[in-house]
């Protein structure tokens, strides 16, 4: 079971990658959105990201735990599970998934308001919940700009 955690925690390894980890995985979701994931059905692929939530939850915080550490780099299911937020019902082509990337990675980073508060849940809630939310500001942004797209090129 430490085992499943841990490659479930790690991504299949990618949270071992030497720079950036965290990036390093949301790339990965990407190119697994693009090749894989966004031929799922939207309730799909919103139970497939719940069930990684809670999954991710528990996986990541037992590793921290085994680490001693609140949130390790080396844990990266966070990222995948925000990235993937944040890339639900973007059309997999390369310039959507490329500013859904881009402006995931800046509300994971950044973490603004509320979401750095999410990030002080404990163990593995906080390593998940702030990801979650910023792969929903990401998206909820992303979205917006689309719209907004939309009406100024309709015009």
Known sequence: MKFAGRILATFFGVGFFPKAPGTAASAAACLLYILVLHRLAWPFYL??????????RFASGAYALELGQ??????????????WLALFLIAPRAWP?????????????????????????????????????????????????????GRLFAS
């Open 47 to 56: 139970l497939f990201l719940v069930i990684l939530f809670f999954l991710g």
């Open 70 to 83: 609140p949130d390790p780099q080396r844990v990266v299911v966070d990222e995948i599970v925000g990235q």
């Open 97 to 149: 998934v490329l500013a859904a990337f881009l402006s995931f990675r800046f509300f994971d980073i950044i973490k603004p308001g509320p979401i750095r508060r999410l990030e002080r849940l404990p163990g593995g809630w906080g390593i998940m919940a702030d990801d979650a939310g910023a792969g929903l500001a990401a998206a909820a942004f992303g979205h917006l700009l689309r719209l907004l797209a």
